[in-house]
């Protein structure tokens, strides 16, 4: 049987008469009874997630339950075409509201910032625990200090360095999409590049469809 015991325990109520207390639908319960319902043609559950996920508050952080690319990986998945279509609203407003980098690219892990100088090449102080010189390369996926060119011309230029607020990114550095986006079919990802492209343009609105 598809799903687990607490996705039928939210689906199983619904079948039955109102007497019955109904769980509520949430982010987490949604995306589990919704595989389910599409599967088995159930229309009255596959109408009432939709109805819940049309008030629902996607989010740009992969770790929320609102992540909007998970949905729009299960609405890409399942070919539920309402759903891909709200999350594509939502696309175009992220890419309006420029939050659409952290969305979409995948978060670096990295160990805690360093009490010294990371490179041992200054006196720096630190502040709240962490050096102040210090600062993250993402190609050799370290803390370096950013109070001298050593660490550039040692690594010759094939990486991210970071100087006070800005980082600079070489062609060898090349960061890493969510997974949920490198899960979804080519006209998906067709439609997010089209989206983007009317986005920078200007030419943009809710009511448009690509």
Known sequence: MDGDLDSW????????????????LTASNVATILPIAHK???GCILDECIEMLNELKFSHEASSPCYLFTWLSLADRLQL???REMCMCKFRDMANSQQLEAA???PRSKPPAPTKCPDGICTAASAGG???CAVWCDSCNRWVCNRSSHHVSVHRGRHSYGYGMKSIW???DRPRLSSAIEAMSRDTVNDMLASLVVTSNGNYSNTDRF
């Open 130 to 132: 962490a050096c102040v």
């Open 81 to 83: 075409d309402d759903l």
């Open 40 to 42: 088995y043609d159930i």
């Open 9 to 24: 325990l939210v689906l199983l109520p619904r079948f039955y008469s109102s007497s019955i207390a109904k769980p509520p």
């Open 104 to 106: 979409m690219i995948a």
């Open 170 to 172: 070489f062609q060898n």
